[in-house]
């Protein structure tokens, strides 16, 4: 079984990490204890909605999503396609993600340039 089928279904966010390519600064955008919920259906939807522990910084999106494999049946590249948002930088172009899998964890991974100029790693842990 692919990656792709194995992500089917719900996750829960662990936790949210962002790292400052130049610095190596590390912050948590959405605090110590986050929440979210990520889903991927089998007809290739997929939704996804983080906020804090408290409620505040909330954001979601949500639209179609495919999966490019990776020699490595525990890895691989997911694209989600946009569809809807409450970023509107996120409607811009497909939101790659760099997928890994490791039982019921799953890692989702994407180096981006933010709004200030600073280029950060972005790694999100989902559980089932």
Do not use: C, I, K
């Not at 936790?15 to 610095?23: D, G, H, I, Q």
């Not at 110590?32 to 409620?55: F, K, N, V």
């Not at 600073?118 to 089932?128: C, E, F, H, P, S």
């Amino acid at each position: 079984m692919g990656l792709a089928e194995q992500l089917l279904g719900g996750w829960h966010l662990e936790s949210f990490r962002t790292v400052e390519a130049a610095t190596g600064a590390v912050s948590t955008p959405l605090g110590e204890d986050p929440r979210g919920l990520l889903l991927y259906t089998a007809d290739g939807h997929m939704s996804a909605q983080l906020a804090r522990a408290d409620g505040g910084g909330y954001l979601a999106y949500g639209g179609r999503f495919r999966v490019e494999e990776h020699p490595d049946p525990h890895a691989a590249t997911v694209h989600h396609d946009v569809m809807m948002a409450t970023v509107p930088q996120l409607l811009a172009a497909p939101q790659v993600r760099h997928a890994h899998l490791d039982g019921d964890r799953l890692t989702l991974s994407a180096t981006t340039p933010g709004d200030d100029g600073v280029t950060r790693r972005a790694t999100l842990t989902w559980r089932r």
